[in-house]
């Protein structure tokens, strides 16, 4: 079994930043992918940023540019760090991994709890 504990989220002012943390642990062979995700009410989950084992990152458009995506693969953590934020980032915020928890098993795929990120004045 794997757990990912998320941390960083909070109420900040438009144009303010934030900082996600995600740390996974467990039944970790290695990791495929990590992964931040959002969804705001009414809304569909939606990617917000990527990064894979081989080091390439990837952005939804609405966020390119303002989100830096990192990972530590010595502590299974993968960040999200926010700048530039704006009301339309309001959501709760997940991370995502995919994994093997052996070299020979299957990927696997774990969500975090969710927090929330809030943007107003």
């Known amino acids: 079994q794997v757990q990912l504990v998320e941390s960083g989220g909070g109420l900040v002012q438009p144009g303010g930043s934030l900082r996600l943390s995600c740390a996974a642990s467990g039944s970790i062979f290695s990791i495929n992918s990590m992964d931040w995700y959002r969804q705001a009410p009414g809304k569909q989950r939606e990617l917000v940023a990527s990064?894979?084992?081989?080091?390439?990152?990837r952005y939804a458009d609405s966020v390119q540019g303002r989100f830096t995506i990192s990972r530590d693969d010595a502590k299974n953590t993968v960040y999200l760090q926010m700048n530039s934020l704006k009301p339309e980032d309001t959501a709760v915020y997940f991370c995502?991994?995919?994994?093997?928890?052996?070299?020979?098993?299957?990927?696997?795929?774990?969500w975090g709890q969710g927090t929330q990120v809030t943007v107003s004045s």
């Open positions: 990064a894979t084992s081989g080091g390439s990152t």
């Open positions: 995502e991994i995919i994994v093997r928890t052996t070299m020979a098993s299957p990927l696997y795929q774990y």
